[in-house]
């Protein structure tokens, strides 16, 4: 993996789910591409946030992880995260990514 060329995170937007989706599948192997768009339609509405994680390769910039969450209102502790997607793609696992996207996620609730 070229750290120098790793993206920053970002929100993925409505018209990159498609680039999205490739990742996605490697967590969810059956679902379909209209499936994952349509859930993604219901739960932006209740504020999800669906984050990206890029590097570069040959052909351009590939997502290689993912993480979505929605905040919530908690009786007993208040503010809280709801963390429902956690991906990294099979060939970048074991070298701490996930450990940053879960780092990033929580920076953002406080």
Do not use: W
């Amino acid at each position: 993996m070229n750290e120098n060329c790793m993206a920053k995170i970002e929100e993925v937007k409505e018209n990159e789910l498609s680039a999205a989706f490739p990742l996605f599948s490697q967590l969810n192997p059956t679902m379909k591409k209209e499936t994952f768009r349509n859930n993604y339609e219901r739960t932006k509405r209740l504020e999800y946030k669906l984050f990206k994680a890029t590097v570069c390769e040959s052909n351009g910039e590939r997502v290689v992880r993912l993480i979505g969450y929605l905040f919530n209102e908690d009786l007993c502790i208040g503010r809280a995260m709801y963390v429902d997607v956690l991906v990294v793609d099979k060939n970048y696992r074991k070298k701490g990514v996930g450990k940053r996207l879960m780092d990033f996620a929580v920076s953002r609730l406080h």
